[in-house]
């Protein structure tokens, strides 16, 4: 069946850092793709999503391209802050009514 | 835009009680969602409704009972609580339930089981 996969259980790193989180899929044909945030106390938020080979989502400087020869999804920031901390989630929809999420990334940001 | 509020907030049950979490959406969507989240864990889907009195098993639905009476609300019941379900239930919605569309959650309610 369908599957994506965080590699990244955990990321620390100090503000101002570039940002990856990796997010590979396992599916047939072309899913959407969507990037979700979560933090602490509250529910998932939806950050962007993509469904077409190489388009671009983006939202709030967090962008991330769908790479249909790589099965890839990675979300990037240039320059993260203090207030990125959160659990980011990588999740794989199609014309099922179930999406797939992935495992989470928890993203820490070091004063 | 809208806003799904989830009640209580928090919920504290004894072993063996059955416990009623409600979940209201205004967005007029069509399908809303239960998940459960554990500490420091992803979402796993409970059931999920695609529209009003309909109701459909997701890989958790063992030991939860669902309902969907009105359009606006989606309520999910711990039949018997253990205490290797102390979790985060999260209720969620979308405009019509394909997997490609967006989900919009709410804030969640936090289960203890005594």
């Known amino acids: 069946g369908d599957s994506v996969t965080q590699t990244e259980g955990q990321v620390a790193l100090s503000e101002e850092d570039f940002l990856t989180i990796h997010c590979n899929y396992s599916?047939?044909?072309?899913?959407?793709l969507f990037w979700y945030v979560q933090y602490p106390g509250e529910g998932p938020q939806f950050l962007f999503r993509a469904s077409r080979d190489k388009e671009k989502g983006s939202s709030r400087g967090f962008e991330a391209t769908y790479d249909k020869g790589t099965t890839s999804f990675h979300l990037r920031k240039a320059s993260v802050q203090e207030s990125d901390s959160a659990v980011y989630y990588c999740a794989l929809g199609d014309s099922n009514y179930q999406l797939i999420w992935g495992s989470g990334t928890k993203l820490i940001i070091k004063p | 835009g809208g806003i799904i509020t989830q009640t209580p907030k928090f919920l504290i049950g004894q072993e063996g009680q059955k416990l009623t979490l409600k979940c209201q959406q205004n967005?007029?969507?069509?399908?809303m969602y239960w998940y459960r989240q554990d500490s420091g864990k992803g979402l796993r889907l409970i059931y999920y409704?695609?529209?009003?009195?309909?109701?459909q098993k997701g890989d958790l639905s063992e030991g939860y009972d669902a309902s969907r009476e009105k359009k606006s609300s989606f309520s999910l019941t711990v039949t018997s609580a253990q205490k290797n379900e102390m979790a985060v239930f999260l209720c969620?919605?979308?405009?019509?339930?394909?997997?490609?569309?967006?989900?919009?959650f709410g804030s969640g309610t936090r289960l203890t089981v005594l």
């Open positions: 409704s695609i529209t009003e009195n309909d109701l």
């Open positions: 599916a047939s044909g072309y899913p959407a």
């Open positions: 969620a919605s979308s405009i019509s339930g394909v997997g490609t569309e967006t989900l919009y």
């Open positions: 967005f007029n969507h069509d399908t």
